[in-house]
């Protein structure tokens, strides 16, 4: 079947504005994650879905960042006012309850000017 | 705190040469250890993962608690190898730590 989507794959976006990054993981995959890649760094964990609840927020950046998902499947995650530190890729992955392994999507490279 | 380092970000070894890339940790309990890689143009993918002791792709890893390393290692690299490796940590939960990744290239 499909792997783990995101879109879009590409976002522009000036300082200040809102922006909406979608993931759609493998059907049946009840654990979601996002994670934040920025240029020399690690995967940065920002959070995790376990169905439509999310147990640890703590890894979002500031309160710009926030996160949801529905029907236990899509997740979109919303960055408010966005800032030039805020450029990166943004990766969501998801897993079958209890596996280790994750299934990665191909991430939105987010630009913000 | 839980880290996960890297120390080399790229790695060049000549085709058939051996392998190894570093991975060291900081974790207080009993940790899952993971590579993970992404070639070039594809997704990042589970490689291999320390509590399955398996060979992928003719990578191994071996988690030495005493030096708190997960080196990967292969024998022989070949030109397909080339691409970025990420080790990460899990503590049995939900929550991943990786590392900055080192970019493997084998030439030719």
């Known amino acids: 079947g499909a792997g783990v989507s995101q879109s879009p794959s590409n976002k522009v976006t000036e300082k200040g504005k809102d922006v909406e990054l979608r993931c759609d993981p493998i059907?049946?995959?009840?654990?979601l994650y996002w994670y934040r890649q920025s240029l020399g760094q690690g995967l940065e964990f920002l959070i995790y879905f376990q169905g439509n609840s999310a147990p640890d927020k703590s890894g979002l950046p500031s309160d710009r960042f926030s996160a949801e998902r529905t029907g236990g499947s899509v997740s979109t995650l919303t960055i408010q006012r966005t800032q030039q530190e805020d450029s990166a890729v943004y990766l969501c992955a998801s897993s079958l309850y209890g596996s280790y392994e994750q299934y990665f999507g191909p991430g939105t490279r987010l630009t913000v000017t | 705190a839980q880290r996960v380092t890297q120390p080399e970000k790229l790695l060049s070894v000549f085709k058939g040469a051996p392998v190894e890339l570093k991975c060291n940790y900081s974790y207080s309990g009993s940790p899952e250890l993971f590579w993970y890689v992404q070639y070039s143009r594809q997704r990042l993918q589970l490689l291999l993962r320390h509590i399955s002791r398996e060979s992928i792709k003719g990578f191994t890893a071996d988690l030495n608690k005493g030096e708190t390393s997960f080196h990967l290692k292969k024998p022989f690299a070949q030109e397909e190898d080339s691409a970025m490796y990420y080790c990460a940590l899990s503590s049995g939960t939900y929550k991943y730590i990786f590392g900055t990744g080192t970019r493997l290239k084998v030439l030719a």
């Open positions: 059907s049946g995959h009840t654990a």
